[in-house]
């Protein structure tokens, strides 16, 4: 079953962090760029990082610049979203993104 699935959402304080996982199964992983997106409540989904298929190259929203780092582990079929230093402005549901398939979605709020 072709699917992503991510995980590691949840409620933290301005300045904090979290990790978000996104795993992938039902294609070969490694050869695909990955990418993370997010949709605040009404507002449009938009870009936030995306990294190519050996990792090497990552690109950045500029409102996440030095603050949120992407990568992955092709061996765990998994791309990784670091967010450190959040904001309010960053509360949204956060998705994975792999050549037009999309995962469930992991809330992330920021508040204190």
């Known amino acids: 079953q072709v699917q992503l699935v991510e995980s590691g959402g949840g409620l933290v304080q301005p300045g904090g962090s979290l990790r978000l996982s996104c795993t992938a199964s039902g294609f070969t992983f490694n050869t695909y760029t990955m990418s993370w997106y997010r949709q605040a409540l009404g507002k449009e989904r938009e870009f936030v990082a995306q990294?190519?298929?050996?990792?090497?190259?990552?690109a950045y929203a500029d409102s996440v610049k030095g603050r949120f780092t992407i990568s992955r582990d092709n061996a765990k079929n998994t791309v990784y979203l670091q967010m450190n230093t959040l904001k309010p402005e960053d509360t949204a549901v956060y998705y994975c993104n792999c050549a037009g398939l999309w995962g469930q979605g992991t809330q992330v709020t920021v508040s204190s």
């Open positions: 990294i190519l298929s050996a990792g090497v190259g990552t």
